[in-house]
């Protein structure tokens, strides 16, 4: 139980810092959000599923399972909620080639 | 102390280190909100490790949900608080 415990959790720390990763080193807002929604959560995840296969049955193993499903439910949901007020607010999306036209300004890129 | 969760502890706060630099350079205040929904997200389960670490799981795991909810409600609660405050001021470039 404890190897399949130092899996998950190996597993957890692994995506966990590709998430950090992402956040580090995307380019703009709307990438990092997405970083952040996906592989922070399945790494999240991981990690107390790691702590239950060592727990065993317990109640407490219980309310890890209720964190596990709310890291499931509220993580994409929070990131979600701040990408909507982000493009809301006007933040502008990164294009990979910015074109820019004879005044030299760059031009507005649709959303 | 079990060695186990102590080393997982020390990964997850360097991990923390790493998403801290987004909250204080983030270019806009989305980021810096972001990079401080990683850190909870990280001490939330740094706070789980702890737990396991001093073998009191059963007392740890009910701030760690508590930790959980305050998060998500002030992540949202804050997401609508910029979302409309920069309406107010727009045009007046990006949000900073």
Redesign the interface.
């Known amino acids: 139980m404890t190897i399949l415990a130092i899996i998950l959790m190996a597993g957890g720390a692994f995506f966990l810092g590709v998430g950090s990763l992402g956040v580090l080193r995307f380019p703009d807002f709307y990438t990092r959000a997405h970083s952040v929604g996906k592989a922070d959560t399945m790494g999240g995840m991981l990690f107390v599923c790691g702590m239950i296969a060592h727990n065993g049955l317990h109640l407490t193993s219980l309310k890890l399972m209720l964190i596990v499903l709310f890291i499931a439910i509220a993580n994409p949901a929070a990131a979600h909620a701040l990408m909507r007020a982000a493009l809301r607010s006007g933040v502008v999306p990164w294009m990979k080639q910015p074109e820019e036209d004879e005044q030299g300004s760059k031009e507005e890129p649709t959303p | 102390m079990n060695p186990?969760f102590v080393t997982?502890a020390v990964?997850?706060t360097l991990?923390m280190l790493?998403?801290l630099?987004?909250t204080v350079r983030g270019?806009?205040v989305?980021?810096r909100?972001?990079?401080a929904?990683?850190i909870s997200?990280?001490g939330?389960?740094l706070l789980?490790?702890i737990g396991?670490a001093y073998d009191r799981?059963?007392m740890f795991?009910?701030l760690?949900?508590t930790y959980?909810?305050l998060?998500?409600i002030g992540?949202?609660v804050l997401?609508?608080y910029?979302?409309h405050r920069?309406?107010q001021e727009?045009g007046e470039g990006?949000?900073r």
């Open positions: 186990l997982f990964i997850v991990l790493l998403s630099y987004r270019p806009t989305f980021d909100m972001l990079g929904g990683v997200t990280k939330l389960i789980c490790l396991f799981i059963d795991v009910d760690a949900l959980a909810l998060n998500f992540t949202v997401a609508k910029f979302e920069t309406e727009a990006d949000p």
